[in-house]
């Protein structure tokens, strides 16, 4: 019994961008994967162990550890979404320090939510 394999010929630019689908996917995984670790770490610590840690995160990783707790957590921040969202349109730029300040501050509020918690359970 013989089977025969057709290959199907797919144009340039549908396969690049299966390709670029692919690629996101993969990078995303990483992303919640390396998140994960650092909020697990941060929800092993006593609270004032916990708020030290947030305290002492740099900008890049304040910022993408609150991005992933934010989307764990189902809230809808106006403000948590403005912090986001300026800092994907100028990765560059500092935070001012009220902003900095307010992140830190949200994050740590937001690791002691139930909600984290049990999402974080379940991932």
């Given at each position: 019994m013989k089977h025969e394999t057709v290959t199907m010929d797919v144009p340039v630019a549908i396969a690049e961008r299966v390709q670029?689908?692919?690629?996101?996917?993969?990078?995303?995984?990483?992303?919640?994967?390396?998140?994960?670790?650092v909020v697990n770490d941060l929800l092993a610590m006593?609270?004032?162990?916990?708020?030290?840690?947030?305290?002492?995160?740099?900008?890049?990783?304040?910022?993408?550890?609150?991005r992933f707790v934010y989307e764990l957590s189902g809230t809808n921040s106006k403000f948590i979404k403005n912090i986001l969202n300026q800092a994907r349109e100028n990765p560059q730029k500092a935070l001012s320090d009220a902003q900095r300040a307010s992140a830190k501050g949200m994050l740590f509020n937001l690791l002691n939510e139930p909600s984290v918690l049990s999402a974080m359970k379940e991932i």
């Amino acid at each position: 019994m013989k089977h025969e394999t057709v290959t199907m010929d797919v144009p340039v630019a549908i396969a690049e961008r299966v390709q670029a689908l692919i690629d996101a996917h993969e990078a995303k995984e990483k992303f919640n994967i390396e998140r994960k670790a650092v909020v697990n770490d941060l929800l092993a610590m006593d609270a004032l162990s916990c708020e030290m840690a947030v305290y002492r995160l740099p900008q890049g990783e304040l910022l993408d550890t609150l991005r992933f707790v934010y989307e764990l957590s189902g809230t809808n921040s106006k403000f948590i979404k403005n912090i986001l969202n300026q800092a994907r349109e100028n990765p560059q730029k500092a935070l001012s320090d009220a902003q900095r300040a307010s992140a830190k501050g949200m994050l740590f509020n937001l690791l002691n939510e139930p909600s984290v918690l049990s999402a974080m359970k379940e991932i």
